[in-house]
């Protein structure tokens, strides 16, 4: 009798939010690979569906409730169907979840995925599970090896998860714990890894990646060390890292900013306000004037870094004059790239408890203002790169036939017609023209 390979089981995952999801999205579906489970494009044919979930601004929650209840069909069709619920909203909702939606019948926080094979096992019994614990182990460590598939040109590396910062809107320290850092060997394993799988260019992610600070063989490093540790590495051609904290810009980041060669010019610097009342009232612990030095002394280093930012708009007590300011530091940075938002409020946070909130119609007019701004500013940087030649990473095929698109140094999506390059290349490039959202070029 011949005996036939078990059909594997289909698993969806929905991913929203930040970067770090859609590392922690790669890793669930890896773990659970292990399990007999291949990754599916569609919930229809699922057997499990992840939502990996943010929590960083309004109605997160309630999208998720509203996403949930659409697979109730699914279900019905499907009683085998496990339904979960990952992510920060996970962590922060809990068995109010489950209580909420019958329909779930799995939820796991951030700092439990490693144990997602033995979740599954209790599942396929008929169990509920719930686990939003933040153990002292380190999930990273207990996440198997990566499976030696071959991937894309770019990845993301989580090395550093958490946040000990507090600003006084924000949900991130309570989703994602306290700050922690991966050990050296594992990050640089992990790179060589992934460069044995094709990939040229990693992104070093953390919700305060330059706090990096994780042990050596010899001694601590810096996020800094750690990027030169990884410049050593064959086959990597690019390293970009992200989101930093301007409190951790250290001399020696700063520094690799400038000899680095594998390093990019490219910097995401958050700065939410440029009036230091509100800066302080957000318990950001810099000041305007200490971001703008650090943004000289970083220019300072690498004249063309490319320089992005986040700003809030709308923070409980923000007068015409604190959001002048922003608008006015926001003249003087020069942004290349920006992500700008409506302040929301955040049960649990401390700025929850401002009782002087800006009128919603008043943030939205300065969010317009604002946002119109940093428009200008992106054009004006890219359309500045015409007649440059910068070294473009090829990702993959175009839209028109012959066409490749990829990004440059500075992270400009880059399309080049008649070109020969395969995804992985990565090929000196001159700009010939500059559109809404990219840039053209030709090879050289
Ligand atoms: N750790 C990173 C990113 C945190 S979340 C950092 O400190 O930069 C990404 C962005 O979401 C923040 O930079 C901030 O601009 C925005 N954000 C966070 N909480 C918010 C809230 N309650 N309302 C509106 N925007 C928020
Ligand atoms: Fe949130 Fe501030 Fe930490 Fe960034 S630094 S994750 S905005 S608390
Ligand atoms: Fe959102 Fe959690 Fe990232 S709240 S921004 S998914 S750390």
């Known amino acids: 009798m011949t005996q036939t390979k078990p059909q594997p089981k289909k698993l969806y995952i929905k991913t929203y939010g930040c970067q ?33 979930t943010c929590h960083i601004r309004e109605k997160a929650a309630e999208k998720v409730y509203s996403e949930l209840g659409r697979f109730k069909g699914l ?38 995925y490693h144990r997602l094979p033995e979740m599954e096992a209790r599942l396929s019994n008929g169990a509920k599970v719930l686990d939003t614990d933040m153990p002292e182990e380190d999930k990273f460590e207990q996440l198997k090896a990566r499976p030696k598939a071959k991937r894309g040109p770019t990845a993301f590396l ?11 809107f924000c949900v991130v320290p309570y989703t994602r714990g306290a700050e922690a850092s991966r050990p050296v060997a594992r990050v640089l394993d992990e790179a060589r890894d992934l460069v044995e799988r094709g990939v040229r260019e990693i992104t070093l992610l953390g919700q305060n990646v330059n706090a990096y600070h994780g042990a050596g063989p010899d001694g601590e490093y810096s996020l800094a060390r750690l990027i030169w540790a990884l410049n050593e590495i064959d086959g990597l051609e690019r390293i970009r890292f992200t989101t930093s904290h301007p409190n951790d810009m250290s001399d020696d980041l700063i520094e690799a900013h400038g000899q680095c060669e594998k390093l990019m010019p490219y910097l995401h610097l958050p700065v939410q306000s440029g009036s230091d009342r509100i800066l302080k009232r957000m318990n950001r ?51 290349g790239q920006a992500f700008s938002f409506k302040y929301s409020t955040r049960p649990g946070t401390p700025a929850a408890e401002r009782k002087e909130q800006v009128p919603s119609d008043v943030a939205d007019a300065r969010l317009y203002e604002l ?30 036939p012959g066409q490749m698109v990829g990004k440059s140094d500075h992270l400009h999506a880059v399309h080049v017609s008649d070109c020969d390059a395969q995804p992985g290349d990565l090929r000196q490039v001159t700009i010939v023209d500059s559109g809404a959202n990219s840039l053209s070029g030709v090879l050289i």
Not at 94 to 107: C, F, H, K, S, T
Not at 158 to 168: H, I, S
Not at 302 to 317: A, H, K, Q, T, Y
């Open 158 to 168: 989580t090395v550093q998860e958490g946040c000990d910062k507090f600003c006084a």
């Open 371 to 400: 946002q119109a701004l940093i428009t200008q500013q992106q054009r004006a940087r890219q359309d500045a790169m015409v007649g440059q030649t910068v070294g473009v990473l090829f990702e993959k095929p175009g839209r028109l």
């Open 75 to 112: 279900k019905a069709e499907n009683p085998n169907l496990k339904i979960g619920v990952a992510g920060c909203v996970a962590q922060a909702e809990g068995e109010e979840i489950m209580r909420r939606q019958p329909l779930v019948d799995l939820v796991v926080g951030p700092q439990a």
């Open 285 to 335: 612990s810099h000041t305007r004037d200490s971001y703008l030095r650090l943004i000289e002394r970083i220019r300072a280093a690498r004249p063309d870094i490319l320089i992005s930012g986040d700003f809030i708009v709308g923070f409980p007590e923000e007068s015409d004059q604190d959001f002048a300011d922003t608008m006015d530091l926001i003249r003087q940075v020069g942004y």
């Open 20 to 52: 770090m999801n859609v590392y922690d999205s790669e890793r669930m579906s890896e773990a659970l690979g292990g399990t007999g489970y291949e990754e599916v494009s569609s919930p229809d044919e699922a057997d499990m569906i992840l939502l990996n």
